[in-house]
């Protein structure tokens, strides 16, 4: 069905013109999900209540009272958000039989917007990760070069077949599953956590847009927690358009959310034909990290240099402290972790392993055994950092450095920069073989160089997939603003997926 690789408000318009009803739009996005099984996006599938959910959408159609942009599109959910009465695992065996009482605000607005919840999808563990591998419910596969047959929207031959080694690309990380879910059509967007990239990172890999909204606007209700003052629920969408819409439904304060703050979003609606002209596009030196290759490089300059053409000012600017983000990250990252994760005992919910003779033990066996090494690593490590003796030397440093690295932005914005533009990635989709080959949080610090440091200032930032390169695999920029700047942040985003024209995926085979 060629309605799923297209647009929300093109489904929305076939909705209204009853060209096909909600429910039937469920069950080709069912059909969907069957035939690109091997990727893995989900690691729950909700169908029997998406389609209670599009049933009830169709006869608001049929009356002529859709509730809202998204009434009837089906929509993913990153497994670390609680969904009432639907499994929440985050990727976990500690919480593999784990169901929530409540739901997240994000998910309930999304309800209450009439969106179709399709299903949980996949992610690493608890979100610690950038390749969505390590979970439990296995690896996502990115669509691109996967062995599912696709055609792009364009009149140049780029490969799609299937690597002949049988090896594969990862989707990035840690909401990889909701970005293969949208490039794949099993969803027309979808909801992710970003604490370092985790949003940005996959969309880049998978050729969709990804958003990671300033730090507040959408309130944290129901996340299951990270690093809770960096987490941000994130946005997928085909295109900008699309995730400007779920923006406006997930938007404003929530009162059980103390982060959470007030939005002018609700109704927000990005210009049809934006203009770039005057704007003052800053390009940070430090982005152009060791290890970048030279086709995201090209691309980079490309993109300031089409921005130049159209009216845009476009200037070098320097931020120093970036390059103190990755280990500031490292530090206070696992410091949270270990913070929040002092709740998996066992005890209240969650995995519970009883073979030990004393409370203690319980504790200890059921954390060793609910949880992987990658998490156990980070607990230890923020432990440690949280010595009495080492709190000043490593926690109270970072919070300093943290301090010095949003200064940068600060001091950016106050010159006159009005966005920033840089890479993602270092580079295009990596195959799984390559990925592997280096731990978890060496991954981690590799892939999230361009994408951290947003979220330690807590600003707006944006991925838009602007081309494909000779392999056939998409390249991305970034875009970032001041906080609070969403709204001129997509605009700007929306116009270079206008003067891009990035080779969509436009079919797949069924």
């Known amino acids: 069905m060629n309605h799923l690789m297209g647009s929300i408000s093109g489904a929305t318009a076939h909705l209204k013109q009853k060209a096909l009803s909600s429910y039937e739009l469920c069950e080709a996005v069912i059909k969907r999900h069957e035939a690109i099984t091997k990727l893995n996006p989900f690691i729950t599938s909700t169908h029997k209540l998406a389609r209670e959910s599009a049933s009830r959408s169709t006869e608001r159609y049929k009356k002529g009272k859709p509730i809202s942009p998204l009434d009837g599109i089906p929509i993913a959910i990153k497994d670390n ?25 994000v998910v309930q607005r999304l309800i209450e917007a009439g969106a179709v919840i399709i299903g949980k999808s996949n992610l690493d563990e608890f979100g610690m990760g950038s390749g969505t591998i390590d979970s439990t419910a296995g690896p996502s596969r990115n669509i691109y070069r996967s062995g599912i047959n696709y055609k792009l929207q364009s009149t140049v031959r780029y490969p799609t077949s299937g690597l002949e080694d ?16 949208v490039a794949a059509g099993a969803a027309f967007g979808a909801v992710g956590s970003d604490t370092g990239g985790s949003v940005r990172n996959p969309a880049s890999y998978c050729g969709v847009v990804g958003l990671k909204p300033s730090y507040g606007i959408v309130p944290r209700y129901g ?33 059980r959310d103390s982060t959470s703050v007030p939005s002018n979003l609700q109704n927000l609606q ?16 430090e982005y152009h990290s060791a290890g ?10 490309k993109i300031a240099g089409l921005m130049k053409e159209q009216g845009a000012q476009v200037r070098e600017v320097s931020m120093p402290h970036t390059q103190y983000s990755i280990i500031c990250y490292s530090i206070l990252n696992p410091c949270e972790v270990a913070s929040n994760f002092t709740r998996y005992t066992g005890v209240e919910y969650g995995l ?65 920069i009005d966005l920033l533009l840089t890479p993602v990635t270092l580079s295009t989709a990596i195959r799984y073989s390559e990925f592997v080959k280096t ?7 590799d892939q999230d160089i361009c994408t951290q440091s947003a979220n330690m ?25 001041p906080w609070g700047h969403d709204a001129s942040l997509l605009s700007t985003a929306k116009w270079i997926e206008q003067h891009v024209n990035f080779p969509r995926l436009c079919t797949i085979e069924d």
């Open 166 to 181: 049988g090896d594969w690309y990862v989707t990035g990380g840690s909401s990889g599953g909701s970005a293969v879910a």
């Open 81 to 105: 958000f609680c969904t009432a009465g639907i499994p929440t695992t985050c990727g976990s065996k500690m919480l593999q039989n784990y169901t929530p009482p409540y739901s997240a605000t």
């Open 270 to 285: 990005l210009p049809e034909v934006p203009s770039i002209e005057g704007l003052v596009v800053g390009i940070p030196r």
């Open 457 to 481: 200032a807590g600003v707006p930032a944006i991925n838009v997939p602007v081309a494909l390169n000779l392999d056939g695999l998409p390249l991305s920029m970034q875009l970032m603003a």
């Open 223 to 255: 996340l299951i927690s990270l690093v809770n003052s960096m987490d941000v629920p994130g946005l997928f969408g085909r295109n900008v358009d699309d995730v400007a819409t779920l923006l406006s439904v997930v938007a404003g304060e929530d009162l």
């Open 439 to 445: 731990d978890n949080r060496s991954q981690t610090a």
């Open 352 to 416: 519970r392993n009883e073979s030990g003779h004393s409370m203690e033990a319980m504790y200890a066996l059921t954390r060793s055994t609910g949880l992987s090494e990658v998490v156990r690593g980070r607990i230890l490590a923020g432990n440690y950092f949280l010595l009495r003796e080492n709190k000043e030397r490593y926690f109270n440093q970072a919070l300093k450095v943290r301090r010095l690295i949003s200064q940068d932005f600060e001091q950016a914005w106050s010159s006159g």
């Open 292 to 301: 970048m290759s030279q086709e995201v490089v090209d691309i980079w300059t």
